[in-house]
């Protein structure tokens, strides 16, 4: 700190003590000094870390040039935090009480954040905006970059494509850049200035018309007819008005975790990520390799790339941890990209066979059948092919494959249910063909209940009518179907008439899990003859 600054701090010190001494003497703390003061609070509160709004703000502004040194992100955020004062609200003090039991998701949120909060919040800091919108993907997709609505948005920001496109995100058929975590953010973040402009510099409603829309929440505005505009008292969609309400209140609850007996594990307020620039593009088994890490992770640490390799042309990076990340970058500099594993795409054209198509691309039939999982030698105009290039017999053995699998049987419906880490009443619905409205009503919860993991729900209702259904037999005649560009799963379903749930149950899948080209579905045989 600069002595300048450390003599003004400390010759306000003393006026700061008084303040408090006498917020505690009026027996009443500021709304600002509480997450919330309408509900009941644990009886262990300790004394909150929001001291009075107004003189925390002097102090910030003489000491904003000073050097903070946070050891953990989560203080950082929490000192960040700008929209305190809509903490305290009424439609927010029930998603508080809501969330203040739900010690699992905070872990699912921990888990699926940590790899990329500190790249987002240091963004967020420097375009100078509340470190509340660092949150907001937790309400928007569980900080699920691989999200998919039914709307169909995408990523950790939920973009749909024509917003994501609007705001420089590439969409192609190698890359999405909606689902890339940090290309994701930065659009969303220049977007939530746009609309911070748009709406008068309010927040509140800048986060609204993210969610809703601008055009439908100036007809709100205009409908309501108020010179002064008050988001709470606006007549927008239920979702929408929960929308903001759940960010306040988790912002609330991580501002003062342990006064709502939630634990945040801490997090390195350091960078734990690098992108490394291939400079060609490499298969990502390849790449995982030649870094050391899991094939596995390194996928879900670059979520933006389609298809097995990265984009031939741009973009051609990565995010690795710190020592992965320099492995890779040693193991490129002794390599030629001869040895490298790289891959070509070709669209079928009308009257082309896949031997014509193999002795155009120097390739052969058996691979093309292999790494596009083709039984036969049937082919569709339209369609895409991928195309292994190397001169590496060994890489293209240990290319990427889908493994088939045969179809499982439905499983048993058990007269109780014990709750796993990631179930949520859709998941356990879906596992075992029920409902999950009934399942919510049978156990008189919310149909939108954050489960726990060991919470044991009453299955019984059903057991009788579910485990005499006929069972679907492990068979050698089940086939497999390749997802292309443009599929969905209920599309795929309707093509082949199948019944949707069955085919997310034959493939363990989610209605709004992102299916990928190239991806293998199983579906019955009986069901093609179409």
């Known amino acids: 700190m600069r002595p300048l600054t450390r003599n003004i701090?400390?010759?306000?010190?003393?006026?700061?003590?008084?303040?408090?001494?006498?917020?505690q003497q009026l027996g009443s703390p500021p709304a600002e000094s509480r997450a919330v003061t309408l509900i009941e609070r644990p009886t262990h509160n300790p004394e909150s870390s929001l001291a009075n709004s107004e003189i925390t703000n002097k102090v910030s502004a003489l000491t904003a040039d000073s050097d903070i040194n946070y050891d953990d992100l989560w203080n950082r955020i929490r000192d960040g935090f700008q929209l305190h004062e809509h903490y305290s609200h009424p439609d927010v003090a029930g998603y508080i009480q809501n969330y203040s039991t739900q010690q699992h998701y905070f872990d699912l949120l921990q888990n699926r954040a940590s790899p990329f909060l500190f790249e987002i919040v240091e963004?967020?800091?420097?375009?100078?905006?509340?470190?509340?919108?660092?949150?907001?993907?937790?309400?928007?997709?569980?900080?699920?970059?691989?999200?998919?609505?039914?709307?169909?948005a995408v990523g950790l920001w939920q973009f749909v494509g024509a917003t994501g496109s609007s705001f420089g995100l590439q969409q192609d058929w190698w890359f999405d850049g909606r689902r890339d975590p940090l290309a994701s953010t930065h659009a969303a973040l220049e977007y939530m200035e746009q609309l911070y402009k748009q709406f008068d510099e309010n927040w509140l409603l800048a986060i609204a018309a993210y969610n809703t829309g601008d055009g439908n929440l100036r007809r709100a505005i205009r409908?309501?007819?108020?010179?002064?505009?008050?988001?709470?008292?606006?007549?927008?969609?239920?979702?929408?008005?929960?929308?903001?309400?759940?960010?306040l209140a988790l912002s609330a609850i991580i501002a003062d975790n342990e006064a709502w007996n939630i634990e945040l594990a801490p997090l390195a307020n350091e960078q734990v990520l690098r992108s490394v620039q291939v400079g060609t593009q490499i298969d990502i088994s390849q790449a995982a390799r030649l870094a050391e890490i899991e094939y596995e992770e390194l996928r879900a640490l670059n979520p933006g790339y389609l298809q097995w390799a990265t984009h031939p042309d741009q973009p051609q990076e990565m995010l690795l941890p710190l020592e992965n990340a320099a492995l890779l970058e040693s193991a490129l500099v002794d390599i030629d990209t001869h040895d490298l594993l790289t891959w070509?795409?070709?669209?079928?054209?009308?009257?082309?066979?896949?031997?014509?198509?193999?002795?155009?691309?120097?390739?052969?039939?058996?691979?093309?059948?292999?790494?596009?999982?083709?039984?036969?030698?049937?082919?569709?105009?339209?369609?895409?092919?991928?195309?292994?290039?190397?001169?590496?017999?060994?890489?293209?053995?240990?290319?990427?494959?889908?493994t088939r699998q045969t179809v499982s049987e439905f499983p048993q419906v058990p007269s109780q249910y014990k709750v796993r880490n990631g179930d949520n009443l859709w998941v356990i619905a879906r596992r075992f063909?029920?409902?999950?409205?009934?399942?919510a009503a049978w156990n008189q919860i919310p149909l939108d209940e954050l489960l726990q993991p060991g919470?044991?729900?009453?299955?019984?209702?059903?057991?009788?009518?579910?485990?005499?259904?006929?069972?679907?037999?492990?068979?050698?005649?089940a086939a497999i179907y390749v997802v292309r560009r443009g599929d969905s799963i209920d599309a795929i379903a309707n093509r082949f008439s199948v019944d949707l749930q069955m085919l997310l149950l034959w493939n363990e899948l989610r209605i709004d899990e992102l299916i990928f080209p190239g991806q293998e579905l199983q579906v019955v045989a009986q069901s093609l003859g179409n």
């Open 123 to 152: 963004e967020i800091e420097r375009r100078g905006l509340p470190i509340e919108l660092a949150l907001l993907p937790m309400v928007e997709s569980t900080y699920n970059p691989n999200a998919y609505s039914k709307q169909h």
């Open 9 to 23: 701090v400390i010759t306000l010190l003393p006026l700061i003590l008084a303040a408090c001494q006498n917020s």
């Open 433 to 439: 063909q029920l409902r999950s409205f009934e399942i």
């Open 455 to 477: 919470q044991v729900l009453n299955l019984s209702y059903a057991v009788e009518d579910k485990n005499d259904a006929p069972e679907v037999q492990k068979s050698d005649n």
């Open 344 to 402: 070509d795409r070709y669209e079928i054209k009308p009257g082309d066979t896949l031997g014509a198509i193999a002795a155009k691309l120097s390739t052969r039939v058996d691979i093309l059948q292999t790494f596009n999982s083709l039984v036969g030698s049937r082919i569709k105009a339209g369609e895409s092919l991928l195309i292994p290039r190397t001169n590496d017999p060994e890489l293209l053995a240990s290319a990427p494959r889908i």
């Open 223 to 247: 409908k309501s007819g108020d010179e002064e505009i008050n988001f709470w008292t606006l007549n927008l969609p239920g979702e929408t008005q929960a929308h903001v309400s759940k960010l």
